[in-house]
Every structure is written in C-alpha cells, then in structure tokens.
C-alpha cells in the first residue's frame, strides 16, 4: 500500500495574488492537510498565519476567505514552487519527480514584485535548481531565504522564526 501511495501525482494550489502583490511567498509543496482543505498552510500547527499576523496584520482567526483577503490587501501573494510531485505523506524530504509551476507567467502578470521569501530549505533549493537557471526572475527582486513555518521544524522557536519572517516587512504594503 506505500508503494501505491508513494506513487500518487498530487497537485498543489493555484496562486492567490493579485497583479499588485510586492512580495511572494513560496512554500515547496503544500502538506496533506492544506491539500485536503485546499487552503495554504491549513494545518493548525503551521506557524505561518501567526508570524503573518504580526508582519502583516492578518487575524489567524479569520475564516479563510477572509485572512487571504487581508494578507492579499497587504500586498503578499502565495503559491508554491512545485506544482505537481509525487510524495508519501507531507514531509518535503518525501517530494520526487517535482514539476516546478509556471514562473515566467506569474512574474509577467506580477510588474510590482519586490520580494520572494521561500518558506523553508526545500522552496529554495528546488526555486534555485529549476527556476533561477531560466533567468526569469525579474531584476531587482529580493530573494529571501526564511526558515520553514511548518510543524515539522519545530527546533526553532516561534520568536525566531519571525525574527527571520522580519525581513520581508520592508517590502509589505501599510
């Protein structure tokens, strides 16, 4: 039965963005709870909402709809760098044969683009193998390595992970 499971294609979410979004958030691929709930970063220990909620002042407690709304107000779009994998369970260390999503559209529709945070190790070296090499990202974009929100790194503390998240206060819309 893991071999079946191993095998599955699973599809991450569309963007959520709006063509005046300054910074981009990327994860690697979203968790089997966020794809179950089609939500990004839906599991209740992922510590994304709360760290948004101080940079950004979105309320964590808002239906979904809504705090998307907000962190989208504040000039923050979200996607992944993979659109596709196959992968057992949520852990990135699972993740084979990615698919990266399409860059080159996103950054086209996207002219205001300031910033890329990677949430995690994974965003990253996936972002720097398969996109960087294409030479689409737009100049002068800041890319910003951040430390993973997921429950799954939880060495790091909540304070020192926004201590990092900090980085990209710069570039958020008041």
Not at 13 to 27: E, K, N, Q, T, W
Not at 38 to 53: C, D, G, K, S, T
């Amino acid at each position: 039965m893991n071999r079946i499971l191993a095998d599955t294609i699973i599809t991450g979410l569309p963007p959520l963005s709006h063509c005046r979004a300054r910074v981009l958030i990327l994860g690697s691929m979203p968790g089997a709870v966020s794809l179950s709930q089609q939500q990004y970063y839906a599991h209740p220990r992922n510590l994304f909402w709360p760290i948004m909620a101080t940079l950004a002042g979105v309320n964590p407690d808002l239906p979904y709809p809504e705090k998307t709304q907000a962190l989208i107000n504040s000039g923050v779009a979200l996607w992944d760098v993979i659109g596709s994998c196959q992968r057992s369970g949520s852990l990135d260390s699972a993740i084979r044969d990615e698919q990266v999503n399409d860059f080159a559209g996103f950054f086209c529709g996207h002219p205001q683009l300031a910033a890329i945070g990677f949430n995690g190790a994974k965003a990253w070296q996936s972002f720097k193998r398969y996109v960087l090499p294409l030479q689409i990202v737009p100049q002068p974009v800041h890319l910003i390595t951040l430390p993973s929100t997921s429950p799954a790194h939880a060495a790091m503390s909540f304070d020192a992970k926004l201590a990092q998240w900090q980085q990209l206060r710069p570039f958020l819309s008041d």
